[in-house]
């Protein structure tokens, strides 16, 4: 089995040589191919959009909401989807800045592009594609496992405060059973718990991988991580980081409840920031694309806040205005940005030395190799 996927990798990284070489040949097929990925985008999103029965009610009552006296609220929601993605490009900076010249700007662009890739997939797991396009190819790895880190972050804080406001919701509706209540609390805040000692606590994690799962090492590219990235980070910038993601989360948490306001949705401050959160918490459970999934979120809006008085249209409008505002948006200045990126270089595979990062442990260069240099009786100085 080993050899299979080490054949079929192996495959793979022709085939994407030959096409990059191909491709920086020929501009217009460059071009091409951007111009397909913007296609596409606006593709799917008309079908998303007219494929939706209630649009045009959506959008009737977002007119006369915007003539109203709310419309401060939806100004507040829009100005703050900058600072929501410029949190997410901080957090993603600082690993990205560690081992390659990064300005902020390009990380920006960088994060918009895979908003756009990330519209297309389960999960999002396309906007990690959409990244690495501003990578060094030679460093490529390195940016997916820094975005790995930070969703992870990002996770992280989704699961405390998921469990906070759940707390609040559960106690005071009977939106499920009690026994699944407290399942879905205690789940959050066990998995916070155990994630929070994990990323503070990874090399004790590398070494339980060493000792309990050996076989882990047969599988293909896995030695290729490099622990420097993860031992490089003091604790004081672990805590920083996981700041930044706290920053976001409060951001886009704010950004629902002033749609909310906008739509005529009025609940207090902490009625409706602890069913923001447990919102967010019940929808990490749908593993949905963006855009199919989002009749999936929009019914999970409707039944919560139809306790709190909110007729479905306006529950509907409110979680719709915020995946505009905050994935349509930043879409398609993503896909803009495509335009700027030389796509045959980044894609450009070759065998070429990995970054000189100063090498905290020495004789580990893979996370197993880690564990057997810890283990190494070191040598005495006389």
């Known amino acids: 089995m080993p050899y299979l996927c080490n054949s079929i990798m192996h495959f793979t990284q022709k085939v994407i040589i030959k096409a990059s070489a191909f491709i920086s040949d020929n501009k217009w097929l460059s071009l091409l191919v951007k111009t397909g990925v913007a296609s596409l985008l606006l593709v799917v999103l008309y079908f998303e959009l007219t494929n939706r029965n209630n649009l045009q009610q959506i959008w009737d009552a977002f007119l006369h909401q915007l003539h109203g006296a709310n419309v401060l609220w939806l100004l507040l929601a829009a100005l703050l989807m900058p600072l929501n ?3 997410e490009t901080e ?23 895979g908003v756009t890739f990330s519209l297309f997939t389960p999960n999002r797991v396309g906007e990690y594609g959409g990244r690495v396009l501003y990578v060094r190819p030679e460093n490529q790895w390195f940016a997916v496992v820094a975005n790995l880190i930070g969703n992870f972050c990002q996770y992280m804080v989704l699961l405390g405060m998921g469990a906070i406001g759940s707390v609040w919701i559960l106690s005071h509706f009977q939106i499920v059973e009690s026994t699944s209540g407290i399942g879905i609390v205690l789940f959050a805040m066990l998995g916070f718990v155990v994630m929070l000692w994990i990323y503070f606590k990874l090399d004790l994690v590398v ?43 409060a951001i886009y948490s704010s950004q629902y409840f002033f749609l909310l306001r906008f739509f005529n949705i009025s609940p207090g401050i902490v009625e409706g920031f602890s069913g923001i959160f447990s919102l967010y918490l019940l929808q990490t459970s749908l593993p949905l694309p963006p855009l199919t ?6 019914n999970l809006a409707v039944f919560l806040w139809g306790y709190f008085g909110a007729n479905e249209l306006a529950a509907l409008a409110a979680t719709f205005s915020l995946w505009v505002i905050n994935l349509v948006i930043p879409a398609l200045i993503g896909t803009v940005s495509l335009f700027y990126i030389n796509i045959s270089k980044s894609v450009n595979y070759k065998n070429e030395p990995a970054p000189n990062l100063p090498k905290i442990y020495p004789d580990a260069s893979s996370i197993f190799d880690l564990a057997r240099s810890w283990n190494r009786p070191k040598k005495r100085t006389s």
């Open 91 to 113: 957090k993603w900076h600082q690993f990205i800045a560690k081992f390659q010249p990064f300005s902020r700007q390009k990380a920006l662009l960088a994060v918009f592009t």
């Open 85 to 87: 993605w410029m949190a």
């Open 207 to 249: 070494i339980w991988l060493k000792t309990h799962l050996p076989q882990l090492k047969k599988i293909p590219y896995l030695n290729r991580i490099r622990v420097e990235l993860f031992l490089r980070f003091t604790r004081k910038e672990r805590a920083e980081i996981l700041g930044w993601a706290a920053v976001r989360y």
């Open 293 to 298: 999934g989002l009749v999936a979120r929009g």
